[in-house]
């Protein structure tokens, strides 16, 4: 069974910081990878999608890797901004049904 | 504006009420999902729609069911509710199962 991991919980920087978010995933044999936003109380947003085939996509100051082998992902925030608050989430999908499995998220704090 | 739609926002049922939760979309995606999202569990997909006709179960489909009469809506029904049904309830679309899914922005539901 497939299960993905986010490391830290929390993560608290000042802001300027370059910083760097995990996602793991125990079952190599993943469609595409995503990574989601989310606010409080809010649904999700998608900030970037990674297909199987890809090793990483860029979005503004966000890059996301995928290395399928290893089973771990990487989200860099640069010059992170107070505004990029908020709860970060990967997802995997083992196939082109969209069934995503989703990590519980590293909630973010960026201090001003 | 473009976007998912839920209802309601958020609802006290008594347990053993039957309840739905509506969803609709105007982005004329393929693809529509039912997440819960529950603290120290993450968000789990409940049931799914790769087309208008078709659905098909997720990680935690019971106590659930679903249907797809058109492209555009996607209703998720409780048929006699139970206190572990308390949760955030998330719709998704996506243009198909290898796209970035699109959020709504949640259905807070409380079973008494």
């Known amino acids: 069974k497939q299960e993905v991991t986010q490391i830290p919980a929390a993560l608290s920087v000042p802001e300027g910081e370059n910083l760097v978010l995990n996602c793991s995933f125990t079952?190599?044999?993943?469609?595409?990878l995503q990574w989601f936003r989310q606010d409080p109380g809010k649904g999700l947003t998608s900030l970037l999608l990674i297909q199987s085939s890809q090793r990483e996509q860029t979005s503004g100051r966000l890059n996301a890797s995928l290395d399928k082998s290893s089973g771990r992902s990487t989200l860099y925030i640069a010059a992170s901004q107070p505004g990029d608050s908020a709860t970060y989430l990967c997802a995997v999908t083992a196939s082109n049904t969209g069934k995503l499995i989703f990590g519980q998220g590293t909630t973010l704090q960026v201090k001003p | 504006i473009a976007g998912i739609t839920q209802a309601p926002t958020s609802q006290i049922l008594a347990a053993g009420r039957r309840m739905t939760l509506r969803c609709t979309q105007d982005?004329?995606?393929?693809?529509m999902y039912w997440y819960r999202q529950d603290l120290g569990l993450g968000l789990r997909l409940i049931h799914y729609s790769n087309t208008a006709g078709t659905t098909g179960k997720g990680e935690v489909p019971d106590g659930y069911s679903v249907s797809r009469a058109n492209t555009d809506d996607f209703p998720l029904t409780l048929a006699s509710a139970v206190p572990s049904q308390t949760s955030v309830y998330f719709c998704a679309s996506s243009l198909d199962g290898n796209q970035p899914q699109h959020f709504g922005d949640g259905t807070r539901l409380s079973i008494l």
């Open positions: 982005m004329r995606h393929n693809a």
């Open positions: 079952d190599s044999a993943i469609y595409n």
